[in-house]
């Protein structure tokens, strides 16, 4: 069954242009899974804080999900659980759109970077914001696909949780 927006789009534009314009990335509307576990090495990030686990956030200041998820990504990066710090990549083309947005510079503690040509969302496998990846100790643990109530128990109790496990021994992948 299709989606109603898309059945309106397809009579618009017609059903080649609309089944392109879903396969193009873009924003996550719909309910993400909890999150996928990940095994391998991280890509490497030039000028990443120093941490055992970082938050690898792909953001944009445009995207209406990443807009939601991002009071509670401010209070998870400004306090945050003992060994995590997060750091967001914005795909957005200026630093003024984002900077607009927050009403002001980024808080130093996001650690903000404009992903400039999307270089480093391609080397994490990311298409779709908001996206955000869990690296600890340069290994990669876990994927969070869509928006998120970061600073939520729930959350924190998990980002601890993962954060404190040892790659080589996590449990096989179960969600």
């Known amino acids: 069954m299709l989606h109603p927006l898309l059945r309106a789009l397809t009579r618009i534009i017609g059903p080649s242009v609309a089944a392109l314009l879903v396969l ?15 095994e391998g090495a991280a890509p490497t990030l030039t000028d990443a804080p120093t941490s055992q686990a970082l938050l690898v956030v792909f953001w944009a200041s ?12 401010l209070e ?21 759109a ?10 130093p503690e996001l650690h903000l ?11 994490f496998g990311v298409d779709t914001l908001p996206a955000s990846i869990l690296v600890v100790d340069g290994r990669l643990v ?11 128990q729930a959350m ?6 993962l954060s404190r496990e040892h790659p080589s021994r996590a449990p096989a992948p179960a969600h």
């Open 24 to 38: 193009l990335p873009g924003c996550r509307t719909e309910p993400p899974p909890s999150y996928i576990r990940l």
């Open 62 to 73: 445009w995207c209406p999900p990443c807009r939601e998820e991002t009071p509670g990504l």
């Open 76 to 96: 998870l990066a400004e306090k945050p659980p003992e060994g995590l710090r997060v750091i967001v990549f914005s795909h957005d083309a200026h630093l003024q």
């Open 98 to 107: 984002v900077e607009a947005f927050l009403g002001g510079p980024p808080a």
């Open 113 to 123: 970077r404009l992903d400039e040509g999307h270089a480093v969302a391609r080397s």
């Open 142 to 152: 876990a994927r969070f696909s869509g928006p998120r109530d970061w600073n939520s």
């Open 156 to 161: 924190r109790r998990l980002l601890e949780k």
